[in-house]
């Protein structure tokens, strides 16, 4: 079966001015690997739809979401925090994002693809329920994991995070929720210095070392993810894809490969097939060293196919 992939034109038209990293050459990156490497054959293409505000709503504070509207400017660039900005293309492309993984959701769980790739911006694993950061604006993953709960009435569903920085804003929106198990590994301490105290039972935390690379991030995910998600024993996974950890990547300390992203994503799908239904919904987060991201993307559709 075809892996659902989902993207938009829009999201190239979002930009945060000349040397910010988290551009649009990421997704071309991303796309022009997809067909050098024939990958692109097998990917069934969606476009990503604006989400409706009932879906925001369920994620974010309703002002919030007013604020970010008002933000958006007509001309220019209006910074809403320290990193994070706006263009007159933000915020269409914002709501496709989040569009993206509700999309994502409706597609696996009504049985069209068993996995799907959303290759978006803005990324939306800092995004809490009241405040934009760290390059984000809504919470796209959680609004996935939101629309498959209220809309579907999924009872557990499973969130992973292997981006390098820990997903401050899912966890804020997901903590104590029990019908929602989160996972998440990143660098500590770093930014968003969050997550290494965290005390809501259905989060799992997992920081890492500054310098650490496969052995250790392997044996994070062995010991502490997959044990509470095979317990868990989700009717569907969504991974917050970011790919900041690779070693390559100037962002952060991490010494991450390319097979260890096909690694890790092999764990998932193997853990989603024993729900009979493989479901599958990833999203991406970070990843700011082109060459490696586009690599790495590459890597972790493989593993959707089952390829090596
Ligand atoms: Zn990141």
Redesign the pocket.
Known sequence: MAIGYISHHDFQLHDMGHHHPEQPARLSAINDRLIATGLEMVLHRFDAPLIERELLDAVHDSDYIDAIEAAAPTDGIAWIDGDTAMNKHTLTAARRAAGAVALGVELVIEGKVKQVFCAVRPPGHHAERHRAMGFCLFNNIAVGTLHAINRYGLERVAVVDF???HGNGTEDIVAGDKRILFCSTFQHPFYPHSGYDSQAANVVNTPLSSGAGSKEFREAVETHWMPRIEAFEPQLILISA?F?AHQADD?ANLNLIDRDYHWVTRKLCEQADKTGHSRIVSSL??GYDLHALARSVEAHLKAFLGEH
């Open positions: 981006d390098v920085h970011g900041d962002m987060e970070g």
